[in-house]
């Protein structure tokens, strides 16, 4: 073999190892995201014994949400539970999607009641995957769509609720979900997205780079096709193309700018949605808000969050062993009224661009 032909083997087998190496990188990018985005059961009931449920109210607090009907409903192969919690004369009726990892039962529950009070019926939905649903995970982050989809069809045949006004609030995967199901159902009057990240595609790359290195965004055009391959082409979907095509529905976007699960920039509804001046699209940006609980007051949540590093500085203090005794008499110290103070006023103007609707 000549020294020129060993050049070009040489050159051409570094150049395929390279290309190798790049799509190989890229494809473990889409590993890691699955890992944090998309992984196995994590939503279940055990979940409200967790630190962070335990110092804001859930479910439990409010005596509004004792008293509801369960409803089973299938989702593809999966069996899904939605909750109706019934007021005296309701105006309309909300479903109430979650986020990935949470469930029907959780913090959502402080929206749930507050428009439970404001004379709205309520479908609460433990998504797939999540609280007393089927699955053993979180598939994808398309999915929520499908999990809106077939929780709009069963209140839309049941005899309570059929016939009232039908409103949509998502926070997180939840609220992606609201916003891309109004492309599968008909009859929706109005949609609110609290956190809701535009592309499930984006929402995994942010991840990746959020759980890595910023270099990860090189590796794009690689987790391109590994998310293709993973998920299929309904991962570069965007919730800003179900808002442009239903026009006659109004939608509500919200979002913390201190938003670090779902980035305000480039990830967000918000970001994509806020400088094309759409007609129906209301959105609001939180100064100071992060992502867990935006419709808290921005005090609430300064306050959970002193609380969450007072905790780990008591760990730091007993060297990683806190005591039971001490833990509990430190989370029996914290107000709960204090930590899930909701901003009415947002929650205010949520009901009165529904209201308009009906």
Avoid at 71 to 82: A, D, N, R, V, W
Avoid at 147 to 168: M, R, S
Avoid at 246 to 261: E, L, N, Q, R, S
């Amino acid at each position: 073999m000549t020294k020129n032909r060993k050049r070009i083997v040489i050159a051409l087998s570094v150049i395929a190892s390279s290309i190798v190496t790049y799509f190989g990188l890229g494809l473990a990018g889409v590993g890691v995201a699955s890992n944090f985005v998309t992984k196995g059961r994590y939503g279940d009931l055990s979940l409200l014994d967790e630190d962070f449920y335990r110092v804001q109210k859930c479910r439990a607090d409010y005596p509004s949400l004792a008293e509801r009907e369960e409803i089973s409903f299938s989702c593809g192969k999966e069996t899904l539970k939605g909750y109706l919690y019934e007021c005296t004369s309701p105006k309309g009726v909300i479903i109430y999607a979650h986020g990935v990892g949470n469930l029907a039962d959780a913090n959502g529950a402080q929206v749930q009641n507050y428009y439970v009070e404001h004379n709205y019926d309520v479908f609460a939905i433990d998504m797939t995957g999540c609280g007393r649903s089927t699955g053993s995970g979180i598939k994808s982050l398309h999915e929520s769509k499908y999990c809106v989809k077939y929780a709009v069809k069963t209140v839309q045949n049941l005899e309570k609720t059929k016939d009232l006004p039908l409103f949509l609030i998502g926070h997180s995967w939840g609220g992606y979900g609201v916003v891309t199901a109004t492309d599968l159902v008909e009859g929706v009057s109005g949609v609110a997205a609290f956190s809701g990240f535009n592309m499930p595609s984006e929402m995994m790359y942010a991840s990746t780079e959020l759980n890595t290195s910023k270099a990860m965004i090189l590796m794009k055009p690689s987790m391109q096709l590994g998310i293709s391959a993973a998920y299929g082409q309904e991962s570069f979907y965007a919730a800003e193309t179900s808002i442009k095509k239903h026009k006659d529905i109004p939608y509500f976007i919200i979002h913390g700018d201190k938003d670090t699960t779902i980035p305000l920039k480039h990830v967000s509804i918000y970001d994509n949605v806020y400088k094309d001046n759409y007609s129906n699209v209301t959105a609001v940006k939180l100064e100071g808000m992060t992502h867990g609980t935006p419709w808290k007051t921005l005090e609430a949540v300064k306050y959970t969050s002193e609380y969450e590093q007072g905790l780990k500085d008591l760990r730091k203090q007993y060297k990683g062993k806190l005591p039971d005794d001490v833990k509990e008499e430190y989370i029996a110290s914290i107000d709960k009224e204090k930590a899930s103070a909701l901003n009415t006023s947002l929650l205010e103007q949520i009901d009165e661009m529904f209201t308009s609707k009906i």
